[in-house]
């Protein structure tokens, strides 16, 4: 007897999950290809070490202060390799007013590690870059996004703000970036190199732009329509710009930036003298400078305080 003949099996039906955030990122896309800034450091012609520079100066820093100084810093060093033979005075000159003055110290040591262990390349891949001084998960991603062109999740306070309200309809992210977050951002940042790094910066500029933490533009925002909180009606959108922010007047910071003012402008070391007259109370002044020095960011000699050699 004959077997029956058996049907040959039907190939599995794959169904395409639809992607919640394809709408979201492409409306972003489309705003950022018309508003975004035209900044130096997103030119054609751009160096992965211009881009992991102004990383670093923009941390805690407006654009509008940031844009001359990268440009003058660039213009005198504009590989790893000159920063790393500069004079520490020099560097901590050209950080001028930008503000945390360690950073400029952090960058310089970041320029000799280059030099040392990369031969004076930027590296590629975020483990390699988080291995250099003073670069973070942040600043990592971001020049392997905005430098190399590959896939990283990039997230600052900007990209945290737009998901916050856009996705979990929060008026803003939580004070510290938690383990949600961090998911949650991963889990719309596309997957594939190009689409990742047009959504790291289109959702950093929006939220620089429109998305903002005391003002936000909603009337113009590209996602207006589909914004979580916008649709939830802005709950909690009264305190949004009310997060208390660290004074200036009278605190260490203002002391420490004097000092440092005094020493920038000063050709050669400085009297004590002269410097106990940037503050008048001076158990706070010689506090100040005493983790300046503590800092590496001043030497002092017998009553002399000067940048250092």
Do not use: K
Request: a neutral charge.
């Amino acid at each position: 007897m004959t077997a029956p003949a058996t049907r040959p099996a039907r190939p599995p039906v794959i169904t395409a999950v639809p992607d919640p955030h394809a709408d979201l990122r492409d409306a972003v896309g489309r705003w950022f290809g018309e508003a975004a800034r035209d900044l130096p450091w997103r030119a054609a012609d751009r160096t992965a070490w211009g881009v992991l520079v102004s990383e670093v100066m923009l941390q805690q820093t407006p654009v509008v202060r940031v844009e001359p100084a990268w440009r003058e810093w660039m213009g005198r060093w504009p590989a790893p390799v000159d920063l790393a033979a500069a004079p520490t005075a020099d560097v901590l000159r050209a950080w001028g007013r930008l503000g945390y003055p360690r950073r400029a110290l952090r960058l310089q040591e970041c320029a000799r590690a280059i030099v040392e262990r990369h031969d004076g390349e930027v590296p590629l891949g975020e483990e390699a870059l988080r291995a250099l001084p003073g670069v973070g998960e942040y600043t990592a991603a971001a020049v392997t996004a905005f430098a190399h062109g590959r896939r990283a999740v990039v997230v600052d306070t900007n990209v945290r703000r737009v998901l916050a309200r856009a996705v979990a309809g929060d008026a803003l992210p939580a004070p510290s970036y938690t383990a949600a977050e961090r998911a949650a951002a991963a889990a719309v940042a596309p997957l594939d190199d190009a689409g990742a790094v047009l959504w790291a910066a289109a959702s950093m500029e929006l939220g620089a732009l429109v998305c903002t933490a005391r003002t936000p533009r909603c009337g113009v925002c590209p996602v207006r329509d589909a914004c979580a909180w916008r649709l939830a009606g802005r709950p909690g959108g009264e305190h949004a710009g009310r997060r208390r922010t660290q004074a200036w007047a009278g605190t260490d910071r203002q002391v420490r930036g004097r000092v440092m003012a005094v020493l920038r402008d000063a050709p050669g070391p400085v009297p004590r003298g002269v410097v106990t007259e940037v503050w008048h109370d001076a158990a706070q002044l010689d506090r100040c400078v005493a983790s300046l020095v503590e800092d590496g960011l001043v030497e002092q000699e017998d009553d002399t305080y000067r940048l250092p050699a």
